[in-house]
């Protein structure tokens, strides 16, 4: 292993390790995308070993996320367990059927659901960021709570 691949495994693994819960959810959802568009390729080579390999890793990555959904949550939850559930129906009937038509659907529905989950924590970014900018008045002054 050469020295840069050393320093970018090191940098991937501290960026893990102090990632935010949606920053998380993200990479995940982008490692599963990674390993199904490999599978696909290597498809398309005839590498029936390395498909297997690389669908298998996409549904360990999905059931990963499946198993941290908080049932207790509610119907969202819910929802997104189903949704979780077909993503993995979808790679394993691709890994079975050696199908490229299961992958492309399972990509454009995990790209989708990623993207989703993007627009929720940069939205709840701003919203905290805006929450913790100080009001300003109109003449400069900060807004001062003076109750004692």
Partial sequence: MSASTA???????VDIE????GKLIVMLFNGAI????EAKRQLEKGSTESVHNNLIRAQDIISELRGAL???AGQIAQNLDRIYEYLQHLLITA????STLPIDECVELMTQVRDMWQEVFESLAR???ERRTPQYN???AALLNLQG
């Fill in 7 to 13: 320093k970018v495994g090191t940098y991937t693994q």
């Fill in 18 to 21: 102090t990632a935010s819960q």
């Fill in 34 to 37: 990674k390993r199904a568009e």
């Fill in 70 to 72: 908080n049932m207790r």
């Fill in 95 to 98: 890994n079975i059927k050696k």
């Fill in 127 to 129: 919203e905290e960021q």
């Fill in 138 to 140: 109109p003449h400069g």
